[in-house]
């Protein structure tokens, strides 16, 4: 219930400007929505259970795998990776995009036949099945590479089945036996049997053929694959979530093995690669090895050379034996020539007889010792016998005989060696010229091999790269090492019941912010706080929205009284004591308001009733000619002269009060015959005159006044007034009046303003438990 909220000081204060927390305040403004709260609940609730029965469990697939550098022989690894053939060290990130890569997902998808999907009907609700469990198997024969589409069967029997719908209307309703072909938009296909059919006779099975690529889009986007830790370890962790385990299982292993199959049959490629190269760099190294082999024999056959230093050696050994020769044939020659000047000389006798031991023909050796033993035995007979004796003939003769033969064997023996030594010196001569030459051949001949020996150190080398990588070849395994296969965890209990909660959360949450969404944007003063917040004005009085028969709240009409309304209008009846300052007579009360609709004629009806029933002499003026309701209210006749008629000098100030009859105390002068220039006779004298004589005959005047934005008598009349009771109601006084309200406060347009805060809801603005309310 609302109550008033009273201030003995004064009727202004200022406005909030923190606005304190009151949770009873928004629970209450809540609470009166309760039936939308528990419609959205319902609903929610209802489309969480169909959620519930119509999603299957999504499992969380996981694996774990190792990425290790490359093994083997650390020798090979070496002279590889001098070579560039072994890769670089891994880069672990690398892998793990490999993995997720769309390439890869999608090789999975089309290897397993991801695409197609396999549901059995149950209930109406779908089941989905797979390669385990599935009755049938999908299988093309000649795709024409039209799917997205779906065929629905009816297994008959263990031999055939029913091809119920499909996009070909001239296969649909026919009968068929398992693994028999079917032509249709599809291309021509077939369905195996597995040895699940028994199990599914006279189900129906939907198989669905989707697009590869729109599958591996989806498995892409569900794929998670990471590394434990970038830092110190190389293990890999793959998780997936589908709604067959087994399927998901299958999917992550076969992923684990492509990528297997996928890095060795790379290494063999880039292996392979690098042994072909070996190869063909062999093949041209062999031929240049040749080339450079057949250069060094031809030119070692031209020049006569089979080993240099050894044939250095020879010509110098050559050299050396033909010098000696040549010294021989001289010393020879001499020992000739003295042997020709010993036989040449006339006197023997005196000259000494040559050596021979130089001499090689014996025979000459053998007639020089008889020449000289002959001169001997003659000199002899010289010593006992005289010269012409003519026992000196014989001896004569064989003397002349021998020296003839000396002599010829000499001329022979010297033209022998003189010959001799010719061709000695010329051998010499040749000889000196070859070891002259052979520095140069030499260097021709170490160009010529250093090409060869570079040629064949370069073909070695890469024999020996070749056997290693070969070696490789042979060697090389997988660098992934699989730590866990893949495994499926259950949904825990609590995602089942993960909807419900979301269902009762948004059940909550969605009419709450669409209350406060239509409170927000609502241009409608909706709270007291909106008043407090915007207005330094006092609120003297809060008064209950009720729907009442008529307009007097006491009124029996209404049926039963509204005990919380009436006793409203009470409080805001003490409350005028202390706005009037305790005033006892004549105290003229102004009830205005911006706009019609507010309330403001049955806040003035009513207030009067309760001032008159407390005993106060009490009379309503109403000043709103355009719509003039008190005749109405009080039943009272329309005809009947009014403030129009006095101010216009028509009637007197007797004539045209009423007594209403129900009310005791209670006077009402009513608005009168509707004249054109009514604001200008409120600005005249007789006016004042009629509420100077009124205080002296009333406690209270309350005047009834028209709207202050489409009318301005209120502003006329008000500096005849004592104080103002403003009525705001809520829900339909708009925010845009704030401002204006504020202004006539400010400009103290009217006397003493306070508020009446009228259409108050007690269930909604927390006011029903209790009849007066904190101000």
């Not at 089309?110 to 009755?135: C, F, G, M, Q």
């Not at 042997?339 to 006798?349: K, L, M």
């Amino acid at each position: 219930m609302c109550a008033l909220k009273t201030n003995t000081q004064a009727n202004k204060r200022p406005p909030l400007i923190d606005d304190d927390f009151d949770l009873r305040e928004v629970l209450s403004k809540y609470v009166y929505y309760w039936p939308v709260f528990l419609l959205f609940t319902l609903i929610t609730m209802i489309g969480a259970y169909a959620f519930h029965m119509v999603t299957k469990p999504v499992y969380d697939i996981k694996a774990t795998m190792l990425i290790q550098d490359d093994k083997g022989s650390s020798d090979i690894k070496t002279s590889l990776q001098e070579m560039g053939i072994t890769s670089t060290p891994k880069n672990l990130e690398n892998d793990v995009e490999l993995l997720k890569s769309r390439k890869s997902v999608e090789n999975v998808v089309n290897d397993l036949k991801l695409w197609i999907s396999y549901k059995v009907v149950v209930n109406h609700l779908k089941e989905n099945l797979y390669k385990n469990t599935t009755p049938v198997l999908f299988d093309f024969i000649k795709g024409s590479g039209k799917l997205d589409q779906k065929i629905t069967i009816v297994i008959k029997n263990g031999d055939t089945f029913i091809l119920k719908t499909t996009d070909d209307s001239e296969t649909s309703g026919t009968e068929y036996n398992f693994s028999s072909s079917i032509s249709s938009s599809l291309g021509t296909w077939q369905l195996t049997s597995t040895p699940n059919l028994r199990k599914y006779i006279g189900s129906t099975i939907i198989i669905e053929l989707a697009n590869p690529k729109d599958i591996a889009d989806t498995y892409q986007a569900s794929l998670e694959v990471a590394l434990r830790d970038k830092l110190e370890s190389s293990i890999v962790d793959i998780s997936l979530k589908d709604q067959i385990p087994q399927r998901g299982q299958d999917f992550v292993n076969y992923l684990i093995t492509l990528y297997n199959k996928t890095e060795v049959e790379e290494r063999n490629k880039k292996t392979k690669s690098s042994l072909d190269f070996i190869d063909q760099r062999l093949d041209s190294l062999s031929v240049e090895l040749n080339a450079a082999e057949k250069n060094v024999e031809n030119y070692r056959s031209s020049h006569g050379l089979t080993d240099v230093a050894a044939q250095s050696q020879i010509y110098i050994q050559n050299a050396q034996t033909n010098g000696a020769k040549l010294n021989d044939v001289n010393v020879q020659l001499r020992v000739i020539n003295e042997i020709e000047n010993y036989i040449n000389a006339p006197n023997v006798t005196d000259r000494a007889v040559p050596s021979t031991l130089n001499i090689g023909d014996q025979n000459l050796v053998t007639l020089v010792q008889s020449y000289t033993e002959q001169q001997l035995g003659r000199s002899k007979m010289l010593a006992t016998t005289p010269e012409k004796n003519p026992a000196f003939e014989p001896v004569n003769r064989q003397i002349a005989t021998t020296r003839a033969a000396i002599k010829e064997n000499i001329n022979n023996i010297k033209s022998s060696l003189l010959v001799t030594r010719s061709e000695l010196e010329s051998y010499g001569s040749l000889t000196k010229s070859s070891i002259e030459s052979i520095p140069g051949e030499d260097r021709e001949l170490a160009a010529l091999k250093r090409l060869q020996v570079s040629k064949e150190s370069l073909y070695n080398i890469l024999l020996q790269k070749r056997e290693e990588t070969a070696l490789s070849y042979a060697s090389i395994v997988s660098n992934v090492r699989t730590v866990d296969l893949a495994f499926a965890i259950p949904p825990k209990k609590s995602k089942e019941i993960l909807p419900f909660i979301v269902a009762l959360v948004l059940g909550l949450l969605i009419p709450a912010g669409l209350i406060y969404m239509r409170e927000t944007i609502k241009n409608q003063v909706t709270s007291r706080k909106n008043i407090e917040k915007t207005l330094p004005i006092l609120i003297s009085g809060e008064l209950e929205w009720s729907k009442l028969r008529s307009s007097i709240v006491t009124d029996a009409a209404n049926g039963k009284q509204n005990f919380m309304l009436i006793e409203q209008f009470r409080s805001l009846r003490t409350q005028l004591y202390y706005l009037h300052d305790n005033d006892s007579k004549g105290r003229v009360t102004l009830i205005a308001s911006s706009v019609a609709g507010e309330g403001r004629s049955f806040i003035a009806s009513n207030l009067g009733v309760a001032l008159a029933t407390s005993g106060k002499k009490t009379i309503i003026l109403e000043l709103n000619l355009y719509r003039p309701v008190m005749s109405d209210i009080f039943n009272l006749p329309a005809s009947h002269p009014g403030m129009s008629n006095y101010l216009n000098w028509e009637s007197l100030k007797e004539e045209v009060i009423q007594n209403t009859v129900t009310y005791r105390n209670l006077d009402v002068v009513t608005s009168g015959q509707f004249i054109p220039n009514f604001s200008e006779l409120l600005d005249r004298k007789r006016i004042e005159i009629l509420l100077d004589w009124l205080r002296l005959h009333y406690d209270h005047i309350i005047i009834d006044t028209s709207p202050l934005q489409v009318i301005g008598d209120a502003n006329i009349v008000s500096r005849l007034c004592d104080i103002t009771l403003y009525v705001i109601r809520k829900n339909f006084t708009s925010k845009t009046q704030i401002p204006f309200i504020n202004k006539l406060h400010t400009d103290q347009q009217l006397p003493k303003m306070s508020i009446v805060y009228n259409g108050v809801d007690p269930v909604r603005d927390g006011y029903k438990d209790y009849f007066l309310v904190k101000g």
